[in-house]
């Protein structure tokens, strides 16, 4: 029975991950299977078709050089016999290629646990907070909300709109709160409450990019005078539709915010899903889950074998 269940599962990952990864497939899965099943020589002609193919589709110069001299390797050594052996060669080095941002979110035993969610406005944050409370709940976690974008009236109130539809307290101030302030205040009540997480919502855009990087290096502070550990993940969201510009974001927060781990949102509506592999390739931080719908349950654990299986498998 639990062999059925396992199976039942598995089958429906992959399908949750088919769907939502529909509108990249369509251009880089689709694109690279009819190019390489459709050729009798595999030459350098092909592979700079497929060089094309991989850039527009947002996989990035690092990682594409890394899967074309792969297969450039195996071409040479005739250990690819014709376009269905390297399509399936490919498709083994990209799950490679982003096997190691596959790591399971596992909060410690530290109480509270808190989580910091940093990432520029637009991305989904305050969404994707909503998403993993909910998550985290089904994990049999009691959690908290902390407003801490206090510099947007909208962001709060949903927050507190999620709060709602997920049965879990928000601590909140007047928009224009200090943020740290509220963070803390926000940790400091799970603490009395015995609540196990807090996660922490942040703004995503002050006056400039170094007064946004001061602002969290100050709630990092704040937060340490309650718990030296703490936070003990910031997390870094991410929105597929932006592609090569989520690199970048990686770059900017990485060091200035301590970032530990990833989340990538709007897999579903994007044909930039590619941009996994890009971050695979040039900045492997644990990609924990992505955003593969509008309910509250779409935030999925990041599964490698199923998102290299959505790319390709209509």
Known sequence: MNEKRNHAKRKSILARFSNALAKTRSQFGNGISSLL???RQLDESILEELRTQ???S?????ATDRLLDN??????RKKLRDGETALQALRVDIENTVEPLQKQFEPSESRPFVILVVGVNGVGKT????????????QGHSVLLAAGDTYRAAAIEQLQAWGQRTGVPVISQR???DSASVIFDAVEAAGARGTDIVIADTAGRLQNKSNLMAELAKI????????PAAPHETLLVLDANIGQNAIAQVHEFKDAAEVSGLIVTKLDGSAKAGVVLAIAAENPLPLYFVGLGEAHEDLHPF???????GLFVS
């Open 37 to 39: 099943l459709g050729t």
């Open 54 to 56: 991989l850039l527009i």
């Open 71 to 76: 297969l450039s390797r195996a071409i040479r």
């Open 303 to 309: 599964n490698a074998r199923a998102y290299v299986d």
């Open 175 to 177: 928009p224009g709160a």
């Open 220 to 227: 990092r502070r704040v937060i340490q005078r309650y718990d």
């Open 127 to 138: 969404t994707t907070i909503g998403k993993l409370s909910h998550y985290l709940q089904e």
């Open 58 to 62: 947002d996989v990035g110069v690092a």
